[in-house]
């Protein structure tokens, strides 16, 4: 007796890769959103507890942060040698240059995990999940070391943070999400969210999305679902 094999028609096999495509097509955009979120996500704590150890290491070294000099980094020379006395032998750094944004100077620091930070001796440190968003340029100009990036990106593919020791707002600690006084006493959602904040974690507005990081921070370092920004 013979026996009859059946497979599938051309036509069959047509419908099916069809159908696979528009589910792929459905899912792909969400994964992709995903997985953006959760490198931003773990690259922030990472840099936020190895950042912090790093001080604390510092210390032992260079005595309490109320001793340390928090010169303006008027020129290249300034920014170097606070870099190199403070933070460059605490922490694994890939490469580093000096960068001039205008009014001072500041060393941006390659980190092995593919992220970066801009570090100033005085105000706010910029943190990039991946470096390669500092690289491309918003507003830099870096064959000549001039970078600022764009503000609108703050919050997307940029976060602010602070390492103030010297006044009332970081007072004897380490590198802090960027905070404000007008959340001082209700460090939540609807505060650092408020729409009325220039630097609010909001879509109003052309400013650098500030407290995005405290937000995230309280979070748990996850994003949250009603975070304002896709990634």
């Known amino acids: 007796m013979k026996r009859e094999l059946k497979g599938f028609t051309l036509?069959?096999?047509?419908?099916?890769?069809?159908?696979?495509?528009?589910?792929?097509?459905?899912?792909?955009?969400?994964?992709?959103?995903h997985h953006k979120k959760k490198v931003v996500e773990t690259r922030m704590a990472k840099f936020y507890s190895i950042f912090n150890q790093a001080l604390l290491q510092s210390k032992i070294d260079n005595g309490d942060f109320k001793y340390w000099d928090f010169p303006k980094a008027t020129d290249a020379e300034i920014m170097e040698k606070w870099h190199d006395r403070y933070i460059k032998p605490y922490v694994?750094?890939?490469?580093?240059?000096?960068?001039?944004?205008?009014?001072?100077?500041?060393?941006?620091?390659?980190?092995?995990?593919?992220?970066?930070?801009?570090?100033?001796?005085?105000?706010?440190?910029?943190?990039?999940?991946?470096?390669?968003?500092y690289e491309k340029g918003f507003g830099c100009d870096l064959p000549d070391g001039s970078c600022y990036p764009d503000p609108s990106r703050g919050?997307?593919?940029?976060?602010?943070?602070?390492?103030?020791?010297?006044?009332?707002?970081?007072?004897?600690?380490?590198?802090?999400?960027?905070?404000?006084?007008?959340?001082?006493?209700?460090?939540?959602?609807?505060?650092?969210?408020?729409?009325?904040?220039?630097?609010?974690?909001?879509n109003i507005g052309n400013t650098e999305h500030a407290l995005c990081a405290k937000l995230i921070q309280i979070n748990g370092w996850k994003i949250p679902d009603y975070y304002p920004f896709k990634f």
Not at 107 to 131: E, M, N
Request: aromatic share 12%.
């Open 92 to 133: 694994k750094i890939l490469k580093t240059r000096v960068a001039d944004v205008g009014s001072t100077y500041r060393a941006v620091d390659w980190l092995p995990d593919g992220s970066l930070v801009v570090i100033s001796t005085t105000s706010t440190w910029l943190f990039f999940p991946k470096a390669d968003d």
């Open 155 to 202: 919050g997307i593919e940029w976060f602010t943070f602070q390492f103030t020791p010297y006044n009332n707002y970081g007072k004897n600690k380490g590198i802090e999400p960027y905070f404000t006084i007008e959340c001082t006493n209700n460090i939540s959602k609807e505060c650092l969210t408020d729409t009325s904040l220039a630097q609010g974690c909001h």
């Open 11 to 33: 036509a069959e096999v047509l419908i099916t890769l069809g159908i696979i495509g528009i589910v792929a097509a459905m899912t792909l955009p969400t994964l992709v959103q």
